[in-house]
């Protein structure tokens, strides 16, 4: 489909790309979805990219592009998000999750493994909820959602406090995208998202899972609290620490994010004393006894 306006489109193409990844447009349930698409080597897996609160799927090219060389790549604007079409069943968690596996059918693909940021987690987790023949593994940065973001007051006061621990450039990709999506969604996706039983559906998947967390997240619980959720749990859940991070991982700490998915996806530890490149900044929090760990 072209990126021609028109009543009801979203805005045409920009001319400049915002990154290597081929930007495309295709129609899903009424609806013109933007998504962009690097293909990678043959017979790739693949892994969809599932964007946060308010945001398109533009702040987590940084990652996405660091993980073209190995898998089959998509980073779709969600409905209702970006430069998509409005969703015309409104805006909440379940409704996301329905629309990304009606994305992947759009594009032929059977089964991905997702990776979301804040918002998108619970997006995912939703996903696997409905659909976990659909899902081949779980990465969720920074989840976001349920009782430690409410009230509305202190989720605004935890983004303020993590607007000051961002890089600035981010900025320039996320405030257009905020404007764009409008106070009145924010407020019905807020109530959504905060509302979403995030723990529940946490508890019960059964999909190999990695779960980073940046220390300087004021989104996030405290170690103690991760480490006591963890517990609750006798799934495949692998969670992980990224020292001087921050909530936008996907963001800001691309080299490192992609570097711990890419050893997560190949059952590989997270650091361990043959590694010459071992990180001295991420560190395990929790790994379930039902993943590998031993190095291969």
């Known amino acids: 489909m072209s990126g021609e306006e028109g009543p009801g489109r979203p805005r045409r193409l920009p ?8 930007e495309h447009w ?3 349930d009424g609806v013109d979805v933007f998504y962009r698409e690097a ?3 043959p017979d790739a897996p693949v892994m969809m990219h599932v964007h946060g609160f308010g945001l398109s799927g533009r702040y987590l090219l940084p990652t996405a592009e660091r993980l073209v060389d190995t898998f089959h790549t998509f980073v779709p604007d969600l409905p209702g998000f970006g430069r998509s079409g409005g969703s ?5 968690v379940p409704d996301l999750a329905h629309a990304a596996v009606r994305f992947l059918d759009d594009r032929g693909v059977e089964r991905a493994t997702l990776v979301g940021n804040s918002m998108g987690c619970p997006v995912i ?12 593994r779980a990465v969720l940065v920074s989840p976001a959602g349920g009782a430690f973001n409410r009230p509305m007051t202190r989720a605004v006061m935890q983004l303020a406090r993590d607007g000051g621990r961002e890089p600035m450039r981010l900025a320039r990709v996320a405030v257009p995208d905020y404007l764009r999506f409008g106070i009145p969604s924010t407020i019905i996706m807020f109530d959504a998202l905060t509302n979403y039983p ?9 999909v190999p899972t990695l779960v980073v967390i940046g220390d300087r997240d004021p989104l996030m619980p405290d170690p103690e609290r ?3 959720i963890a517990a609750e749990t006798d799934n495949h859940v692998l969670i992980v620490r990224l020292e001087g991070a921050a909530h936008a991982i996907n963001f800001s700490e691309p080299d490192e994010l992609a570097r711990l998915i890419k050893r997560f996806m190949a059952d590989r530890p997270i650091a361990d004393g043959a590694d010459p490149e071992a990180p001295t900044r991420s560190y395990e929090l929790h790994r379930s006894r039902h993943l590998p760990t031993t190095d291969k």
Request: aromatic letters at 4%.
């Open 125 to 136: 987790l939703e996903f696997a909820h409905h659909y976990p023949d659909r899902i081949e």
């Open 15 to 22: 001319r400049r790309p915002a990154s290597s990844l081929a």
């Open 88 to 92: 015309p069943r409104g805006l909440d």
């Open 39 to 41: 293909p990678g080597p």
């Open 226 to 228: 991760v480490r006591a």
């Open 198 to 206: 995030s723990l529940e559906r946490l508890l019960e998947l059964s």
């Open 26 to 28: 295709t129609r899903i």
